[in-house]
């Protein structure tokens, strides 16, 4: 009876509490970080969507409003859906690498093994090195099709080397990507295994359940969450890649490996076209957006 | 041999192998570094040589490597402090004090980073010239603050929610304020989150290549623009060109490696569960 005397607390206590708690009030604290990415995003997208209607080159003299011009000169271009779908693709296809090998590695580096510390802080060195980098490493002395490493390897073997960023273009750009993307991958799915019930996958195994199993009806459901913060960074990332291009294919062979930042920068960055470029802005802005709506909406409403 | 020990071995050649593949790359290029340039395209490529410092000698004469360094470290740190004070609040607020458009500013946050910043980068530019803060320490230092601050509020955000309600409502229980129960609960369960919530902006801004490259140049320049200065060599410069490699990720890593251990604790959550 003890118990009773202090647990439901009397009405009126209650609802002063909850008083208290109401009156913290949330907007001095949410003010700064709304205010400033307000302006962040405002300012910007306003400057960007004003220049995409005016003519202006830096180099010419500016011909003022010019309409809908630089959305037709863009939109009429006969390169931009496979743009679009390289983009796309490079989206796709890295989301997929990194997350499988991150599965993969996660569940691996969980286990006790011999030098287990060491062998992690080696997994995830790849995440500490900036993209220019990471592509200048793979471009020169990894990929180069005559002194390259795996030139090399293959000559020993007697095969002709592969001459990556000219027959496998795309492919070269996503193993970059995904070898710089997957130490991350795997440091947030390992964290999230360690926390996992050990007590559950004991019983499943009394219960008879092989590894197999137990990894596809408790470990994986345990990494759903995870899981779904991993795709939803890294496709902010993925649609924004930008120095691999850059630094090793340039975009092409052709248009081969041009995703729409680069597509912007070569085209009209580079041509110092304010107003075609502003125009390739707001047209990434909307397609982002869209992958955001059909793709990360649904995985953030889960969170 | 018992299986387990079996298996243990296993894992241990599976472990490592996966590990030195991860590697690999990184360790290539540290060699490089080390080598003339003569000895970097030799074919078959060399494990063993004449080490030389040469390299980095002449890196320095072409690139301030300390002073790119020390604005790399200046943009990175302040960034991520002054991101985390403004950050911090909002998160707290959204977490225990969640109202019903918590999940809206949420998302709208997270969708400012869907504005490519090749997209948005003239009006930058122009707003920089403007503001007299072109390549200068605080123009980036606002920059990469910007574009960090939708994933830090996200990471403290869900940080913050699991911190159990149970102990929350302990406290209360027990009669405690809300200043009370931030000073004496969440601050301390809380800083773990804070801790690898800081790290990785770090190292994200320690990496951020864009928009150093674009605007800045000689006075604020970051490590990722003095690397992008040898991309495009006349000829082969393989060697200079680890070795400027090298100069520019290793405080980044040695970094990340001090810190892993809090990364990891810091994404666990430690001992509360």
């Known amino acids: 009876m003890k118990i009773e005397a202090h647990s439901p607390p009397p009405p009126g206590v209650q609802r002063g509490w909850l008083k208290q708690q109401r009156r913290v009030r949330t907007w001095p604290l949410m003010a700064p970080a709304v205010g400033l990415l307000l302006v962040w995003m405002i300012v910007p997208l306003v400057l960007t969507l004003w220049y995409s209607f005016q003519g202006y080159n830096l180099l010419s003299p500016p011909q003022g409003f010019v309409g809908l011009d630089n959305y037709v000169y863009l939109l009429t271009d006969p390169g931009l859906p496979q743009v679009v779908w390289n983009t796309l693709a490079i989206v796709v296809l890295a989301l997929s690498t990194t997350i499988g090998f991150g599965i993969l590695f996660a569940v691996l580096y969980d286990q006790p093994f011999l030098g287990r510390g060491v062998a992690r802080l080696l997994v995830i060195a790849p995440f500490f090195v900036m993209p220019t980098v990471s592509a200048l490493v793979w471009k020169n002395l990894l990929m180069h099709p005559v002194y390259g490493l795996f030139a090399w390897v293959s000559r020993s073997f007697g095969i002709a080397p592969i001459d990556w960023f000219a027959d496998h273009p795309m492919m070269a750009i996503v193993i970059i990507i995904s070898w710089e993307w997957i130490p991350f991958v795997t440091l947030i799915l390992l964290t999230s295994l360690q926390s996992l019930d050990r007590d559950q996958v004991e019983a499943a195994r009394m219960d008879g359940a092989g590894p197999f199993a137990t990894f596809f009806f408790i470990t994986l459901p345990h990494l759903g969450r995870p899981i779904a913060v991993v795709v939803m960074l890294e496709t902010i990332f993925f649609l924004s890649v930008y120095a691999e291009i850059l630094v090793t294919t340039v975009g092409g062979p052709g248009l081969e490996t041009t995703n729409i930042p680069f597509y912007i920068y070569s085209r009209a960055l580079l041509a110092y076209d304010v107003g075609g470029a502003s125009a390739g802005g707001i047209f990434a802005i909307v397609i982002a957006n869209i992958v955001a709506f059909f793709f990360v909406r649904s995985i953030a409403r889960q969170l | ?273």
């Open chain 2, 1 to 273: 041999m018992r299986p387990s020990t079996r298996w243990l071995i296993v894992r241990t050649i599976l472990g490592w192998l996966v590990a030195l593949v991860m590697a690999f790359p990184v360790f290539w290029m540290a060699l490089a570094a080390f080598k003339t340039e003569l000895d970097a395209i030799a074919s078959p490529p060399l494990l063993f040589f004449t080490p030389t410092l040469e390299n980095f000698a002449e890196m320095n004469e072409r690139v301030d490597y300390i002073a790119h360094a020390w604005n790399s470290i200046a943009v990175a740190f302040f960034s991520t402090a002054v991101a985390i004070l403004v950050a911090a609040p909002a998160a707290y607020s959204m977490a225990f004090h969640p109202t019903r458009r918590t999940k809206d500013i949420l998302l709208w946050m997270l969708s400012t980073k869907f504005m490519p910043a090749v997209g948005v980068l003239v009006p930058i530019y122009l707003i920089l010239i403007w503001a007299g803060l072109l390549d200068t320490r605080t123009g980036l230092i606002i920059i990469t603050l910007m574009a960090n601050l939708p994933l830090i509020i996200w990471m403290l955000y869900s940080y913050f929610k699991e911190v159990p309600g149970e102990i929350l409502e302990a406290s209360r229980m027990d009669g405690a304020k809300p200043l009370q129960q931030l000073v004496h609960l969440l601050i301390p369960m809380a800083a773990p989150g804070v801790a690898s919530t800081a790290l990785l902006a770090i190292i994200l801004s320690w990496n951020e290549s864009f928009w150093c490259i674009n605007v800045t140049a000689v006075n604020s320049g970051t490590l990722a623009l003095a690397i992008a200065s040898f991309s495009n060599p006349e000829g082969f410069f393989w060697a200079k060109l680890s070795a400027a490699s090298l100069a520019s990720i290793a405080p980044i890593m040695v970094f990340g490696w001090l810190t892993q251990r809090q990364l990891v604790r810091g994404l666990t959550f430690g001992a509360v569960k």
